[in-house]
């Protein structure tokens, strides 16, 4: 046999992106389910916009340009690389300023792990978080200047 009856996952490249190719059942010749890097990558996405604690994804200059423009990439700041029966997942994330980094990440991998896992049937392997930044909120004006201000502009009006 050229293949073992155990093996359950292959690892294909199709114009370009990596896919895990599951075999459910060794027993159905040609059966298979394809799942492509980019999936895993919106399951993490998604996952890490629900997680308290981490304001968004970093993928550089060109996601800032593409979010400018209105379009929102899930996929923004992460890598998924697929390897046989296993999966790594490297991601770039902003923390909310105020959160504690540590506690944020934890949950964040917790969920990652959880999900991926669960809706895929593949196994996390590592999860690596870099924090490139900290999102601090613009402070809002007191009440009392911004009554002022709209005064000036009736005033001026």
Do not use: H, W
């Amino acid at each position: 046999m050229a293949k073992q009856d155990n093996d359950k996952l292959e690892k294909e490249k199709t114009f370009g992106i990596e896919e895990a190719v599951l075999k459910p059942d060794p027993k159905k010749e040609g059966d298979s389910i394809k799942i492509s890097s980019e999936v895993i990558a919106i399951i993490t996405g998604i996952v890490s916009s629900e997680v308290p604690g981490i304001a968004g994804m970093s993928g550089g200059i060109v996601g800032g340009i593409a979010e400018k423009l209105g379009r929102r990439d899930l996929t923004k700041g992460i890598k998924v690389i697929i390897e046989e029966e296993t999966v790594i997942i490297d991601m770039n994330v902003i923390a909310e300023y105020g959160s504690s980094i540590v506690e944020s990440t934890d949950k964040l991998k917790k969920s990652i792990r959880d999900n991926v896992e669960k809706t895929t049937g593949l196994k996390v392997k590592a999860i690596n978080i870099n924090v490139l930044g900290i999102n601090v909120p613009e402070e809002e004006e007191p009440e009392e200047e911004k009554e002022a201000e709209d005064d000036n502009i009736e005033k001026k009006e």
